[in-house]
């Protein structure tokens, strides 16, 4: 027994000591940025196979960018050694998700997460966005067709969402000549970026809530009420695009301005600098009783997006009710943006009151820096806010040249079969099983039409276009939603757009893939050359 439990503690001692090494390696290998840290570490600790985020998508691009470090330019190769790979591995070895064993899909919502921080905050701005060959280097390490990739390019939108005003409109200054002498996949890039940062093109229906309760101060409501003036110079504010409201609470709540009376940005503005501060309660739960209401002219028959943002520096006076209410404007498909201010707030019940947790924005003070930090993120995302639309609910609209209308779809097991009739103009589709504004670079399936779509987005596309780990074939769940993007081409685009369950198309079949096209292009032509090959032998044969 004395021999056993010697040998135990050995063992115990070894596994011990040989752990405490790896943690040390894997620590040395976050902090030179070396690639083997995917593999030897998080390959190790969270096995996800080849498909898995370690390998499909850390190790492997870790690599290329070394590998492709001669084709940026200085600033270029500095963002890459200096800092970028190194933080994003530091991010996964510091996570609770590596620290714990987490499972394959919270290490890639995780590491996904971290990109856009670690891509900032390492000269992502400068040193990449205000530079057309890095961009065209960046984009040419990415593949084509992968379905990380598609998650990685996302990123790079993410990440330019977070750059300076100054730095947008250095590049936006830009981005113009740049279109003109480039090609391809570096052009689509150019043009997504472009569209994402030069303004919101999509109409919304916005309504700000206002906290004017007695912890906020008179000096604090002004500087929300320039940030909410700020937000809307973003839009477009007419009746046919963005229309705006907004609901003030304190002890009480009302509606200010009732969406929509003012469809002009100039004199949106004055509206709300004329809005009077009062004191009082924070009866948050008032506020989001009355958004319905505030909501009563909507156009979601046209695909316009409900959406609140609602700024408070606090806890509500009646948290229980507060946690009562939210809820019920979610189940109205009206999507709520919480943003919190200074050191008093209360992070749960922000998250309680958003519609998704990533809708939560923390503003450290009333200082107009930190509300600028923060403005052209929200702007952006609050423009990207999809349409929650049933199947079989019928939408009727037109739209302008470059204009969006972003929807989401809860995807049923059988599919559903998308039909848009076309009476004027021209649209491109682009869907998504995980991105909610999907471009040409991150779209799952692509259409464009000048007179109709008919198309079956079929339960095999989805298991095509999501991750799955060691063979595991996922199947649409109750919770899986297709995000739709529809796109005018033309000056005025006009369309009616409906969908079913399962396939209803012409004939029972339609694209599945958004490489469909190219790949009938390319047999068609193999076959030509096969046929052609065969007519040269015959001749020779003779």
Request: net charge negative; with cysteine; hydrophobic share 40%.
């Amino acid at each position: 027994v004395k021999m056993a439990l010697q040998v135990f503690i050995s063992l115990a001692a070894l596994t011990f000591i040989f752990g405490l090494g790896n943690a040390q390696d894997c620590t040395a290998l976050a902090a030179a940025g070396n690639c083997d840290f995917y593999p030897q570490c998080v390959e190790t600790r969270i096995p996800c196979g080849s498909t898995g985020y370690a390998l499909d998508y850390g190790n492997k691009y870790c690599r290329r960018l070394v590998k492709s470090l001669k084709c940026f330019n200085s600033e270029g190769r500095a963002w890459i050694r200096n800092g970028v790979r190194n933080c994003l591995m530091q991010e996964i070895l510091n996570s609770a998700v590596y620290n714990n064993n987490g499972t394959c899909q919270e290490l890639l919502e995780f590491a996904y997460g971290s990109h856009p921080d670690c891509y900032v905050e390492n000269g992502f701005c400068t040193d990449i966005l205000l530079s057309l060959k890095n961009l065209d280097c960046l984009i040419d390490v990415l593949d084509d067709s992968d379905i990380l990739t598609r998650l990685g390019i996302q990123q790079i939108y993410e990440s330019a969402k977070r750059c300076t005003q100054e730095t947008v409109d250095s590049f936006l200054s830009s981005v113009g000549g740049w279109i003109q002498s480039g090609t391809g996949r570096i052009n689509e890039l150019l043009t997504t970026l472009r569209d994402l940062l030069g303004g919101c093109e999509t109409g919304l229906d916005l309504v700000f809530v206002l906290d004017s309760s007695g912890s906020v101060g008179s000096g604090n409501f002004d500087t929300m009420k320039n940030f909410v003036a700020d937000v809307i110079t973003h839009f477009v504010i007419r009746d046919n695009s963005t229309r705006v409201g907004l609901i003030r609470f304190t002890d009480t709540a009302s509606i200010l301005i009732p969406l929509g009376s003012i469809n002009n940005t100039q004199q949106l503005t004055i509206a709300v600098n004329n809005i009077v501060y009062i004191g009082g309660g924070t009866r948050t739960d008032l506020a989001l009783d009355l958004v319905p209401t505030a909501f009563i002219n909507t156009r979601v028959n046209e695909g316009i997006p409900r959406v609140v943002i609602l700024l408070t520096d606090g806890r509500s006076n009646e948290p229980a009710l507060t946690a009562q209410a939210a809820p019920r404007v979610h189940n109205e498909n009206i999507e709520v943006y919480s943003v919190g201010i200074g050191s008093g707030i209360n992070e749960t019940e922000l998250q309680i009151i958003a519609s998704d947790p990533s809708y939560v924005y923390l503003i450290t003070d009333f200082s107009p820096e930190a509300f600028a930090e923060e403005l052209r993120p929200l702007q952006l995302t609050a423009c990207e806010t999809p349409a929650i639309f049933e199947i079989s609910q019928e939408l009727q609209t037109t739209i302008g040249r470059a204009q969006a209308t972003n929807l989401e779809y809860n995807f049923p097991p059988e599919g559903l079969t998308i039909k848009i009739e076309i009476s004027v103009g021209e649209l491109v589709l682009y869907g998504s099983f995980t991105i909610r504004s999907p471009s040409s670079l991150t779209a799952d399936f692509k259409i464009r039409s000048t007179s109709e779509i008919d198309y079956f987005v079929s339960p095999k596309l989805y298991n095509e276009s999501v991750i799955t780990y060691g063979g595991e074939n996922r199947q649409a769940s109750g919770d899986t939603s297709v995000f739709i993007t529809l796109v005018g081409q033309e000056d005025i685009n006009t369309f009616s757009l409906n969908t079913t369950y399962d396939d209803t198309t012409t004939g029972g079949s339609s694209i599945v893939h958004p490489l469909s096209l190219w790949t009938t292009s390319f047999i068609a032509c193999l076959v030509m050359m096969i046929s052609f090959s065969g007519g040269i032998m015959n001749m020779f044969a003779v």
